[in-house]
């Protein structure tokens, strides 16, 4: 209810505004629009004929054989259900921890509070660089070439955090009061009044951390390149635009070798792994869209 | 179980004097146990398919599968990952960077399961080369860590077309002058100075471009490689090598006297228009899209880096478009009157350190030693080139025979995935050049270089083009093949104890060589004078190195003659 | 209220050390939430921080650390003894404050201008279609960039039809443009996607306080002054603070795409310094005294902008 009151205040405030708004915006989605097309055009376009660069919003010479190329590979199926699954179950983790520790920071009488958001900021900070990260995850705990190395390493973001505390901060404080007076503790306060609260916040968090998971290859690249039944989407696409490129030049290490030549050229698969790897997050986005774009009333549950 | 037994079995019977009976009887009970060999490879690739037709062969008839690892991020930084951690695979192609697998000490030395006696063929295949390729360790032993996955080719080196580093001029622009011969810069830039002067625009009203030089990140060769060859030599990276001495001397040329009329000419033509500055800025797709497009006259590259171009030239049938390499030089007026000899294509040399070397975590390096000298039998050497008689090709009158859609199948990425052991091929020790022996001599190994199919491949415009010149292949624009130096060539030497000077010497090159061919001519002498002064303590440092290196090199291959 | 209570409480629970730990127990909920994830970073995070030692070393990957010579403070004194290594800090600052200055700033308005679209549908429309860009990647991005920005691309051919200018700008070649170009680049890819966590912080605004002020006769202007951006304020504010702990990474990716050797003493990152001397060089202990130098930097500009927040009675990270 609150919702509908709220657009209706703006509408009373003449009509000059929403009509120049209205047309920046479309402008501006033409210039970011454009861009997408254009590769999603080229993701269509023969592979060769692309080469010649010049293609605006639509193929000029059409062919699926760049989506053909890819999707032929059955090993394109399960790397797409190892990122769907671990990009869930990531996430899950993910806003599980990061909201209770982000509740627990926000709590101004906690006595560790500025002590463990100096060390949790920190990490944010400092970076020990590759080969130590390397030696720890994949030697002293073992996580190398298994499924969970895709979920341990990153169930928690400080980042993220930050974001959640920021927002609960901004939340009225008389809302954990009340639940505290009640005799709630903190757990139960957590949970039950405050993480309903989050959810635009928390459907934000879940796209940063959803959309971060998904594209992710360097796990795949450190870790588990051995197994190929682990291997994630990104990482096999990737894979593929590489190969693409070497073949183009496969005689780069071996000028004896046949100069191949293949029917598709990095230019479309480049656009074709892009489009194959976005339209997944355009299907989830817009539930989780709903939440941050159009917001929950927080009238409502006041009272 | 049983059926690979048996499938041994009846191998040993069919072809008794392929297996030494001795390797198999060393490791008998190792060789009846189904294996999964890792592998690493240094490179981008696909994974084969599960029911790829010659992995099961392999493993029908020796029992190894294999785990593929390819490359997916940076090489240097993946190994030093696998060195800190010692988790090497059993077999490793280090790609460009072996070296640093060698140093620290990741491989195994193959002396002790190659010799003559225990591995004939695979001696034999080594043994003319063995001199580049084995080296001595700390302790004066005779090492080998790597048996080169190319260069050791049977028979005469087999030029079809130049596959290295040359001028390139479209075909159109020799159509027009009347196919001249073009040996030298300023014979080349006099043509398409004409051509364009008479053609401005192709037919869709696009300008022509006259001369692009590529510049991005490695590819930079384009810009700073040219003088040596103009000098006459082949491609030795960036150093020139004075090979009439057995003193060798080395040094570098960017900085040299000589280098600076080929700087100033660019920069002449840069005056006139032929050179637009956007290519200092281009990237390698915007490069590719140029020459593409057809409108590009010429450009100093290498064959295979722009074979997507050609490609898409010959699919748009814009054949006038493609290029035809030419062996330039200077014209004796650039170089104190003297007639500098044409070299641009060297003689054939093993790609030293490139391919598969077993590593010390390897719990079976003699089963894989015994398999690479079974595996260069005619036999496995034809399947892993030309694949499954009467599938992939056939023998007609002793010829080796393609139609045109199995030489086509062989060029389709998802069909090797199905039907080609191309990541454990591509790794391992194999035959190249011509078959000598048996029924099928006078054959190529590679489907790729066989005559047949190379003329099949080529289009009418192409066959009549040649006929004016009255060459037979694309390769007789330029001399023959030169003799190999003694140190081979001087690119493939591992100057790591100097990467950072080489770094500065590179950098210095990549920003003043395009602000030379750009500037104000009256300007390029002081520019010049400024450029070598820069460069000097780089270049310096660079040159000393390479000296010894080649070298020794050299003397390694000397000695032992 | 109780606020002021729990911080007069800390104050005096650091005197009587009986006193903290029976305060801390009754703390125990918030103890349990949170201690298992203090582990976790303790772990993941800080132990491998032993790999700083190989800042002073001359690592190598085969000796490790215990095997490995050290050098003592040589690999720092290499890095600020190269004069492009000293460049690549200004140009790493220079991109990173262009960067957070056009991000926020264009991330701000768009997300007002979004919130300030009364028809639903056509808000997550305009929101969907503004976020597509992140999802392209830079070879893509910086690819038309390249052609837009060259010398006969479409913006010159403006440029000349608009007699702008005379000759056509040499956008790609020049190095006074590139930190702009880069800057402009970023905002066409990301501003969409950054705009959603001030989307997001703009639903915790009362939606009574607009329809207070419309009450009132408030303008939409005074709305977004004395509504919006009070609200989304702390977002902002502790966004900032964040940001110029990461002044010191200003990538490397689209720098090494859109650069070239004309405008190499403009383009050349930490990032990129890094890549090319150290791990590819094998140089590892250069490299870790470079991110180390960054992380020390980095903690310093956090702290510093955390206490000016704090000065100016702002919302603070710490």
């Known amino acids: 209810m609150a919702k509908v009151k709220r657009s209706g205040s703006v509408v009373k405030t003449g009509k000059v505004f929403p009509v120049c708004n209205a047309i920046f915006l479309i402008l501006l989605m033409f210039v970011t629009l454009y861009p997408v097309l254009n590769t999603v055009a080229y993701s269509f376009n023969d592979g060769t004929d692309a080469l010649r660069g010049n293609i605006g919003l639509w193929p000029r010479v059409f062919s699926l054989e760049s989506y053909r190329s890819i999707l032929s590979d059955k090993a394109v199926y ?37 002590v463990f958001t100096v060390l949790f900021v920190l990490t944010m900070y400092v970076n020990a660089g590759l080969i130590p990260n390397y030696l720890l995850i994949s030697k002293t705990l073992g996580l190398g070439n298994s499924y969970l190395v895709y979920i341990i390493p990153t169930m928690f973001s400080c980042f993220n955090m930050i974001v959640i505390r920021t927002y609960i901060q901004g939340l009225p404080e008389a809302l954990v009061e009340s639940a505290r007076i009640d005799g709630a503790g903190d757990l139960r306060a957590f949970w039950q009044i405050i993480f309903p609260l989050c959810k635009p916040v928390l459907a934000t968090v879940a796209l940063f951390v959803a959309v971060g998971s998904w594209n992710s290859w360097f796990d795949t690249y450190l870790y588990n390149g051995g197994k190929k039944e682990l291997y994630t989407l990104q990482y096999l696409l990737k894979m593929k635009l590489a190969t693409t490129q070497a073949s183009a030049n496969a005689a780069k290490a071996t000028a004896e070798a046949l100069s191949s030549s293949t029917m598709t050229t990095p230019v479309t698969i480049r656009c074709a792994i892009t489009v194959i790897a976005t339209v997944p997050i355009l299907v989830v986005y817009p539930f989780l869209q709903k939440y941050f774009v159009t917001g929950i009333a927080l009238g409502s549950v006041k009272e | 179980m049983k059926k690979f037994i048996a499938a041994s079995l009846a191998l040993a019977l069919v072809v008794p004097t392929l297996l030494p009976v001795h390797a198999f009887a060393d490791d008998a009970a190792a060789a009846e146990e189904p294996i999964t060999l890792t592998v690493f490879r240094g490179d981008p690739g696909d994974q084969p398919t599960e029911d790829n037709k010659i992995y099961q062969k392999i493993k029908d008839e020796f029992g190894v599968s294999f785990e593929f690892e390819f490359l997916a991020g940076d090489l240097d930084e993946k190994l030093g990952m696998m060195i800190a951690g010692e988790d090497y695979p059993d077999l490793f192609d280090g790609g460009n960077s072996a070296d640093l697998l060698i140093q620290n000490g990741a491989l195994i030395n193959l ?10 063929r695979l001696w034999a295949h080594i043994e003319p080369q063995k001199a580049r390729l084995i080296n001595k360790d700390e302790d004066g032993n005779d090492v080998l860590y790597i048996i080169p996955n190319y260069g050791l080719a049977d028979g005469e080196q087999i030029v079809n077309q130049v596959n290295g580093p040359a001028f390139f001029l479209q075909k159109q622009v020799l159509e027009w002058a009347g196919y001249p011969q073009v040996h030298t810069l300023n014979e080349y830039f006099d043509l398409i100075e004409g051509f364009i002067a008479e053609n401005p625009t192709d037919e869709n009203g696009v300008p022509y471009v006259g001369f692009d030089i590529l510049c991005e990140d490695w590819r930079h060769f384009c810009l700073i490689n040219p003088v040596q060859h103009l000098m006459g030599r082949p491609n030795d990276g960036e150093v020139l090598v004075d090979v009439s001495t057995d003193e060798f001397h080395t040094e570098t040329f960017i900085d040299k006297p000589y280098a600076k009329p080929y700087y100033k000419k660019l920069n002449e033509e840069f005056q006139k228009g032929l050179i637009s500055k956007d290519t200092f800025v281009m990237s390698y797709d915007q490069y590719i899209a140029q020459l593409s497009s057809g409108t590009v006259l010429g450009m100093f590259d290498q064959t295979w880096d722009f074979n997507d171009a050609t490609y898409a030239l010959q699919t748009a049938k814009m054949y006038d478009r493609t290029y035809v390499a030419l062996g330039l030089v200077y014209d004796p007026e650039y170089v104190d009157g003297k007639e500098i000899e044409e070299h641009y294509v060297n003689g054939s040399l093993p790609n030293v350190n490139r391919g598969f070397g077993i590593s010390v975590n390897c719990e079976c390096p003699e089963r894989i030693v015994a398999m690479w000298e079974e595996m260069l039998s005619d036999e496995w050497q034809l399947l892993f080139n030309w694949g499954i008689e009467g599938e992939d090709y056939s023998i007609e009158n002793g010829r080796l025979v393609m139609t045109r859609e199995q030489y086509e199948n062989t060029l389709d990425n998802n069909w090797i995935m199905a039907n080609k052991a191309r990541a454990f091929f591509e790794s391992s020790p194999k035959k190249q050049g011509w078959i000598l022996d048996g029924d099928l001599a006078g054959n190529c190994w590679e489907p790729g270089n066989q005559p047949e199919i190379v003329f099949d491949q080529m289009n ?9 010149y009255g060459y037979q292949k694309f390769a007789d624009f330029v001399n023959p093949p030169i003799e190999l130096a003694p140190y081979g060539e001087a690119w493939q030497i591992d100057y790591s104890p100097v990467d950072v000077d080489h770094q500065d010497f590179l950098d210095i090159q990549d920003k003043y060589l395009p602000e030379l061919i750009m500037t104000d001519p009256d300007n390029f002498d002081a520019l010049w004078d400024e450029f070598v002064a820069e460069i000097t303590p780089s270049a310096t440092a660079f040159s000393e190195f390479m000296q010894e290196a080649v070298l020794a090199e050299a003397h390694k291959v000397l000695d032992n003659q | 209220m109780s606020r002021v209570k729990a911080n007069a409480g800390q104050v005096s629970g650091g005197t009587t050390k009986k006193g903290f730990f029976t305060r801390l127990g009754k703390q125990w909920q918030l103890l349990l939430m949170s201690v298992p994830m203090v582990i976790y970073v303790l772990v993941f995070n800080y132990s491998p921080l032993w790999g700083w030692i190989t800042a002073f070393q001359d690592y190598k990957p085969k000796l490790g650390i215990a095997g490995s010579k050290f050098v003592g403070w040589k690999n720092f004194e290499w890095l600020f003894g190269r004069q492009d290594f000293l460049q690549s800090i200004r140009n790493t600052l220079g991109m990173s404050i262009i960067n957070l200055v056009f991000g926020t700033v264009s991330a701000i308005v768009l997300a007002i201008l979004i919130n300030e679209v ?6 997550r429309f305009v929101q969907t279609v503004t976020y597509l860009p992140h999802f392209l990647s830079m070879v893509i991005v910086v690819g038309m960039a390249q052609n837009i920005f060259a010398s006969n691309g479409p913006l010159n051919q403006l440029l000349l039809n608009l007699h ?63 509504i919006t951006l009070p609200g989304i304020k702390s977002t902002f504010i502790i966004l900032l603070i964040m940001n110029i702990g990461h002044l010191m990474e200003a990538g490397f990716e689209i720098q090494y795409l859109l650069g070239s050797s004309l405008v190499m003493d403009w383009s050349q990152t930490i990032d990129i310094f890094v890549l090319k001397y150290g791990i590819s060089k094998q140089q590892y202990g250069v490299a870790t005294a470079a991110g180390m130098f960054k992380s020390v930097v980095a903690i310093i500009l956090l702290f510093a902008a955390n206490a000016m927040a704090k000065r100016l009675d702002e919302s603070t990270l710490i």
């Open chain 1, 78 to 114: 399960q790397a797409a259900w190892i990122s769907a699954s671990k990009t869930v179950i990531t996430t899950i983790l993910n806003l599980f921890w990061t909201s209770m520790l982000a509740y627990v920071l926000s709590r101004r009488e906690f006595l560790l509070r500025k």
């Open chain 3, 118 to 123: 009364i028809h639903t549908g056509f808000k």
């Open chain 3, 164 to 226: 702008l200018v005379k000759q056509p700008v040499f956008f790609l070649g020049e190095g006074k443009y590139f930190w702009w170009l880069v800057g402009v680049i970023n905002v066409w890819k990301e501003v969409g996607w950054n705009t959603i966590i001030y989307i997001a912080a703009m639903t915790a605004i009362d939606p009574m306080l607009y329809e207070a002020a419309s009450i009132d006769g408030a303008s939409r202007w005074d709305k977004i002054r004395y």
């Open chain 2, 460 to 468: 009418e415009y192409d066959k009549a083009f040649l006929e004016k």
């Open chain 2, 111 to 120: 002396l002790d399961y190659v010799s003559p006696e225990k591995t004939p």
